[in-house]
């Protein structure tokens, strides 16, 4: 079946009531109208997408479709003086297909899983569209503004897009619609019907839901924030802060791989429905196999953090070359292995991502016996400073969290006899590295956030 895609995106956004019309507002670093069509461009089951424009909005989506690499299948046209003439300019601009599906640009958070039931239905029975139940109940009113009467909302659904038609019936639909239903329709299934479709109606989804108010850009950002952080990868996350932070990424709705050397990782990965990664990250060819295990399993890595760690407490003089070797291997060198592969996979996906280097506040002011440890932890702070300048252009950001002394078993082990109440709860270290990876931060990358 060959399945082609219009995209209608010629609207001037009057209800919103701003100069920018809503697909072209920014939602984090891209206009809603980009998440729109790289879901579609994304779909190996569409193979050509028609996005017709207003004149305004043409070069301004020429940029955006080359910046973002939309070009293979994404043809600008003309839009109309409506939604429907729209459409029919992007139908025409189509070569031919089995079926189109049409979707407003403003429905920025669709699915693709949708598309292919979608024009099966509309292979089969002409038309096909997603519908949700009225959560609102419908009026019928009168023109100087009073109710006539209500409508039983059980009976009536909300239409929503993507639809889908054979193609033959659209061309139709729209060859034979008057010019008064080309200004001042709206449904397309309803032309359909007429072409001599029965339309089957799927159930659509909540995420489906048009831009429209100011509120909807709340929900929007959230929604952007989410998709683009999905799959993370914590070191050191069987105990202590890292335990805390994957613990924590997890109850908000990230796949987590939690990574330690023992074999807990598998246990708490357990706990928080991720995927557990016995290795040691001080040995690049182990780092490697997290990478491939995590892409392989889950396709992406969008949240690194760095956390894994090891202390001894030993005076420079007597500290021998394998405890120090040891030290800066696990804490500086396996946070740059790590980086090194995160790095790569962001960059290539497009969508960036973020990388946390967990401090310690060891790195300043020195600190007897932890010479070794300070000075690993000290460099990760250089090293996120660099990844942060390097991952500018890539939407790769990337910060330091530095608590200050913590109560986990690594700081239990270098002081036995340290006081409950002078420790800080892992639990609060994690809550700052979370805000890091939930919190759409665009202009800060590199900085260092204390935890005290
Ligand atoms: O106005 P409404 O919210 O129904 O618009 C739905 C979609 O139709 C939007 O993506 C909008 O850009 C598009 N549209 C269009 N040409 C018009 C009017 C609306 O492509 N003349």
Partial sequence: MRVSAVIPAAGSGTRMGTPTPKQFWVVHDRPLIVYTL????????????AVPASEDGIPLLRDLVRRFHLDGKVRIVLGG???????????????????VIVHDAVRPFIFEEIFRPLAEAAWEHGA???VMPLVDTVLAVTDDGFMERSLDRRLYRASQTPQAFRY??????YE???EDEMLHGTECLELARRAGARVRLLEGSPFFWKVTYKPDIYTAERLAMERARQVAIVTGGSRGIGRKVAES???RGLRVAVVARGGEAEEVARRIGGMGIQADVSRPEEVQRVFEAVLGRWGRVDVLVNNAGIARWRRIAEMGDGEWQEIVDTNLSGAFYCTRAAFKTMAESGNGG??????SSSISGGRVGEGAYAASKAGLVALTETTALEGKPYGIHAFTVIPRRTDTALRRALYPDEKD????DPADVARVVTFCVTEWMPHLSGQSFWVR
């Fill in 128 to 130: 096909a569209g997603t």
């Fill in 249 to 251: 990424l997890a109850d």
């Fill in 168 to 173: 033959e019936i659209l061309r139709w639909a």
């Fill in 81 to 99: 003086a409506s939604r429907h003439h729209s459409i029919r300019n992007g139908l025409l601009a189509l070569s031919p297909a089995d079926v």
């Fill in 38 to 49: 790289q879901t579609f461009a994304r779909s190996d089951f569409i193979q050509e997408i």
């Fill in 176 to 178: 034979n619609a008057s």
């Fill in 421 to 424: 109440a002078d420790l800080l």
């Fill in 354 to 359: 973020v990388i946390i280097n967990i401090g």
